[in-house]
Nanobody, 118 residues
Framework: QVHLVESGGGLVQPGGSLRLSCAVS????????MSWYRQAPGEDREFVAV????????NYADSVKGRFTISRDNTKNTMYLQMNSLKPDDTAVYYC???????????WGQGTQVTVSS
């Protein structure tokens, strides 16, 4: 059975930092391309960052470049999103999304709330 469990969300002041985690079970972690998406109230879900199965390639939305860092630990079956210099506009539910290579099957996590407010 496949499980994606996000954690690390919470309330933080503008300029603060949080680190999100996405723990994966039931899949072969090393063949997963992994991403973070987010959805603010009343908005569509949007791409935040992606990391390749090898961990060698990353890509970011323009809105988070230079502030967020995506990474993965294949020994722990966990992906991370380090978020620095947080802004109120970063407030959203953050979702883990994985795509299996080469089957292209996909899964979503349940989401974790990030609120940036003073």
């Amino acid at each position: 059975q496949v499980h994606l469990v996000e954690s690390g969300g919470g309330l933080v002041q503008p300029g603060g930092s949080l680190r999100l985690s996405c723990a994966v079970s039931g899949l072969t972690f090393s063949i997963l391309n992994m991403s973070w998406y987010r959805q603010a109230p009343g908005e569509d879900r949007e791409f935040v960052a992606v990391i390749s199965a090898s961990g060698l390639t990353t890509n970011y939305a323009d809105s988070v470049k230079g502030r967020f860092t995506i990474s993965r630990d294949n020994t722990k079956n966990t992906m991370y999103l380090q978020m620095n210099s947080l802004k109120p506009d970063d407030t959203a539910v953050y979702y883990c999304y994985v795509r299996e290579v080469p089957s292209q099957r996909t899964w979503w996590g349940q989401g974790t709330q990030v609120t940036v407010s003073s």
